[in-house]
């Protein structure tokens, strides 16, 4: 919107400041919007049986038919803010869920994250933020992997911190900002490859300084690709949509891996399902 | 400080390390949290060097949301410069987008560089910016040093003479996209928990809250006028068809 209005100073009376106030208008619009949503729908949800969706959709054949279908493939759901992190929200916390049970998925792992911050600022990013979110982001990994394949007891204990620790804005936004630097810096090194990806006349880092660092902005599969192969971890979303058929379609990510996360996606949003 | 806040948060932590940074002071900029308040800062800058403001040291606040570092700071300048108004709420955003495009990865430091950096640049009618000409400009800079602010003191005595770090190739290029304007007092309430609100409020608050109503009410009036200027031609035209209609059966 702002790209479109003209930046000649001539004209910078009345038909500017109208502008600009439609602008805030509807800022702030966005803002009460937004302020209402987390006033009522936590950061990362309970378990919910997947029938909660079949009520959602009572009254609508399409979505019905695909409920239905993802019912027989899937028994839980947990949902997510709706809030543009939705989907560095939903993969992270189902993948240190699945890590407190996978000793070797979690060591695995922990080698990746370990490197991650020297390639970011290896790539230029500033070193004195990039170290204050992975120091934050590798707190909330080694917490799980001190308890990761131990008793019940202690895998109740830790799932249970892990909720609370994504329900905590700070911890919870602190490691959705080190997903996205980590999203940004895969982008970057391979920036040929994802050059393609790109629509319009953007490079890749004006893309991931639009649309992947700042917090807020939503997930394509570019995000979604970039991030699974950085971390090298499958990712399985089924896409629910108005499309055609009675099937939940799903996509892998990278392709060919084996899925340890599953999301389900809906039109601007993910959520996290369980078999 | 550190027992008023819970430095297990991580927006209070992340404060505490860059109050440490940015602890000593440079030659082109210093900034510290008030004593009994981390979240509002002050700051001092020297004017960019071959400009206008190159005489001129500049003080202000620093405001920082509580949901800093995802959401950016708000920067209010004190000393009269010629280029911001002062005692207006100013924030970044990248030129030609909305300020949600702030990073978290940036930081006050980077705030504070790229503020300096968009001093010299042209204001063009954008909300809190000033266009005063280069003589104003210089004769506020040469006035600048004598300004005392009630807290810090007299400014042109807290900038050292060390040398700044340099920005990075890559900083640079982030710095020079970096634009600011001023915000609409009313669509920036903070929200909730009061414990991250300025505790005492200083005199500026008042000048703050008074800017911008005029121009949305006028917006207002006009849409109002021509709104009934609609109606009043719909009742125009439908009397004069009731009349054509009522003529036309008298025939």
Redesign the interface.
Same mark, same amino acid.
């Given at each position: 919107m702002a790209d479109d209005a003209p930046s000649s100073s001539t004209f910078a009376g009345n038909s500017v400041d109208s502008s600009i106030n439609q602008d805030e208008l509807i800022m702030k619009q966005q803002r009460e919007i937004e302020q209402e949503i987390s006033e009522t729908i936590p950061l990362v949800g309970d378990l919910e049986s997947l029938q909660t969706l079949e009520k959602e959709y009572n009254e609508d054949p399409v979505y019905m038919l695909k409920v239905k279908d993802l019912s027989a493939k899937y028994k839980y759901i947990r949902r997510t803010r709706p809030d543009g992190n939705c989907f560095f929200r939903a993969f992270s916390y189902a993948y240190l869920e699945h890590l407190v049970t996978d000793k070797q998925e979690y060591e695995k792992f922990y080698e990746i994250a370990k490197n991650s911050k020297e390639i970011l600022v290896a790539l230029g990013f500033p070193q004195f933020t990039v170290e204050d979110f992975y120091e934050t982001f590798m707190e909330v990994v080694q917490r799980v992997g001190e308890h990761a394949g131990g008793t019940l007891d202690e895998l109740g204990a830790i799932r249970q911190e892990l909720h609370d620790k994504f329900n905590k804005q700070g911890y919870s936004d602190y490691i959705v900002v080190y997903l996205r630097l980590i999203t940004s810096g895969q982008l970057q090194t391979e920036h040929d490859f994802y050059q393609n990806f790109i629509e319009g006349s953007r490079t890749v880092t004006e893309f991931c300084r639009q649309e992947v660092e700042p917090m807020y902005k939503e997930s394509d599969h570019i995000h979604i690709i970039a991030l699974s192969n950085a971390l090298k971890v499958g990712v399985r979303v089924r896409y629910m949509d108005r499309g055609e058929g009675s099937q939940v379609m799903a996509h892998d990510f990278p392709e060919g891996a084996k899925p340890l996360v599953h999301l389900l996606y809906r039109p601007g949003h993910y959520d996290i399902l369980y078999a | 400080m550190a027992e008023k806040y819970n430095t297990k948060? +991580?927006?209070v932590? *992340?404060l505490m *390390?860059e109050a440490i940074?940015l602890a000593e002071a440079t030659e082109e900029y210093c900034a510290r949290p008030l004593e009994d308040n981390l979240f509002e800062w002050h700051f001092t800058v020297r004017g960019p060097r071959g400009t206008d403001f190159e005489d001129g040291i500049y003080h202000g606040r620093i405001l920082l949301p509580k949901?800093y +570092?995802?959401h950016p700071p708000h920067i209010i300048l004190l000393t009269p410069n010629g280029r911001f108004e002062v005692n207006k709420k100013i924030c970044l955003s &990248?030129s030609?987008?909305?300020p949600?495009? =702030? !990073?978290? $990865? =940036? $930081?006050i *430091?980077?705030a504070l560089l790229a503020l300096i950096a968009f001093m010299p640049t +042209?204001a063009?009618?954008t &909300?809190g910016s000033l266009d005063y000409s280069p003589a104003e400009r210089k004769t506020l800079a040469k006035r600048s040093s004598n300004w005392v602010c009630p807290q810090c003191g007299q400014i042109s005595e807290l900038l050292s003479s060390t040398a700044a770090k340099p920005p990075?190739?890559?900083?640079q290029s982030?710095l020079n996209q970096i634009a600011f304007k001023g @915000? @609409?007092e !009313?669509?920036q309430k903070p929200?909730g928990e009061p414990i991250f609100e300025p505790q005492n409020i200083p005199f500026t608050q008042q000048v703050l809250e008074s800017s911008d109503t005029t121009? $949305?009410f006028l917006?207002q009036l006009t849409e109002i006028l021509v709104a009934l200027l609609i109606g009043a031609i719909g009742i125009f035209i439908y009397r004069r068809w009731n009349a054509l209609a009522s003529a036309d059966s008298e025939l």
């Amino acid at each position: 919107m702002a790209d479109d209005a003209p930046s000649s100073s001539t004209f910078a009376g009345n038909s500017v400041d109208s502008s600009i106030n439609q602008d805030e208008l509807i800022m702030k619009q966005q803002r009460e919007i937004e302020q209402e949503i987390s006033e009522t729908i936590p950061l990362v949800g309970d378990l919910e049986s997947l029938q909660t969706l079949e009520k959602e959709y009572n009254e609508d054949p399409v979505y019905m038919l695909k409920v239905k279908d993802l019912s027989a493939k899937y028994k839980y759901i947990r949902r997510t803010r709706p809030d543009g992190n939705c989907f560095f929200r939903a993969f992270s916390y189902a993948y240190l869920e699945h890590l407190v049970t996978d000793k070797q998925e979690y060591e695995k792992f922990y080698e990746i994250a370990k490197n991650s911050k020297e390639i970011l600022v290896a790539l230029g990013f500033p070193q004195f933020t990039v170290e204050d979110f992975y120091e934050t982001f590798m707190e909330v990994v080694q917490r799980v992997g001190e308890h990761a394949g131990g008793t019940l007891d202690e895998l109740g204990a830790i799932r249970q911190e892990l909720h609370d620790k994504f329900n905590k804005q700070g911890y919870s936004d602190y490691i959705v900002v080190y997903l996205r630097l980590i999203t940004s810096g895969q982008l970057q090194t391979e920036h040929d490859f994802y050059q393609n990806f790109i629509e319009g006349s953007r490079t890749v880092t004006e893309f991931c300084r639009q649309e992947v660092e700042p917090m807020y902005k939503e997930s394509d599969h570019i995000h979604i690709i970039a991030l699974s192969n950085a971390l090298k971890v499958g990712v399985r979303v089924r896409y629910m949509d108005r499309g055609e058929g009675s099937q939940v379609m799903a996509h892998d990510f990278p392709e060919g891996a084996k899925p340890l996360v599953h999301l389900l996606y809906r039109p601007g949003h993910y959520d996290i399902l369980y078999a | 400080m550190a027992e008023k806040y819970n430095t297990k948060c +991580p927006g209070v932590k *992340r404060l505490m *390390r860059e109050a440490i940074e940015l602890a000593e002071a440079t030659e082109e900029y210093c900034a510290r949290p008030l004593e009994d308040n981390l979240f509002e800062w002050h700051f001092t800058v020297r004017g960019p060097r071959g400009t206008d403001f190159e005489d001129g040291i500049y003080h202000g606040r620093i405001l920082l949301p509580k949901e800093y +570092p995802m959401h950016p700071p708000h920067i209010i300048l004190l000393t009269p410069n010629g280029r911001f108004e002062v005692n207006k709420k100013i924030c970044l955003s &990248i030129s030609g987008h909305h300020p949600e495009t =702030w !990073q978290p $990865s =940036w $930081s006050i *430091r980077t705030a504070l560089l790229a503020l300096i950096a968009f001093m010299p640049t +042209p204001a063009e009618g954008t &909300i809190g910016s000033l266009d005063y000409s280069p003589a104003e400009r210089k004769t506020l800079a040469k006035r600048s040093s004598n300004w005392v602010c009630p807290q810090c003191g007299q400014i042109s005595e807290l900038l050292s003479s060390t040398a700044a770090k340099p920005p990075t190739e890559e900083e640079q290029s982030v710095l020079n996209q970096i634009a600011f304007k001023g @915000e @609409e007092e !009313q669509a920036q309430k903070p929200l909730g928990e009061p414990i991250f609100e300025p505790q005492n409020i200083p005199f500026t608050q008042q000048v703050l809250e008074s800017s911008d109503t005029t121009t $949305s009410f006028l917006d207002q009036l006009t849409e109002i006028l021509v709104a009934l200027l609609i109606g009043a031609i719909g009742i125009f035209i439908y009397r004069r068809w009731n009349a054509l209609a009522s003529a036309d059966s008298e025939l």
